[in-house]
């Protein structure tokens, strides 16, 4: 399984931005994590490829949107009203099976992008 993330760059704060995640196969469950500078990774976002159900950490909730495209193994985030504190590496991660819910917030993915820079200036 491949994942290929897209979309970072150069943002002001209070913009937004947008990124994509191609996947080579079908997977269940799909998330995007981040790295800040001297961090851990983080959980962002999470989402089910049934019913689309989705999870965010608290720090996103309300301005960043996970969704997928079925039809063509996509994954995506789209971020609005970013702030400095966005400032991270991106990782969207895959797995095939189902992950329960105590699991898909954590970075136990089986396969995992190369990573999108996204760095939000104040």
């Known amino acids: 399984v491949q994942l290929q993330a897209s979309g970072g760059g150069l943002v002001q704060a209070g913009g937004s931005l947008s990124l994509s995640c191609s996947i080579s196969?079908?997977?269940?469950?799909m998330a995007w994590f981040r790295q800040a500078p001297g961090k851990e990774r983080e959980f962002v976002a999470a989402i089910r490829r049934d019913g689309g159900s989705t999870y965010y950490a608290d720090s996103v909730k309300g301005r960043f949107t996970i969704s997928r495209d079925r039809a063509n193994n996509t994954l995506y985030l789209r971020m609005n009203s970013v702030k400095p504190e966005d400032t991270a590496v991106y990782y969207c991660a895959a797995n095939v099976n189902r992950l329960p819910l105590s699991t898909l917030t954590t970075p136990r993915y089986a396969y995992w992008g190369q990573g999108t820079l996204v760095t939000v200036s104040s």
């Open positions: 196969t079908v997977t269940y469950t």
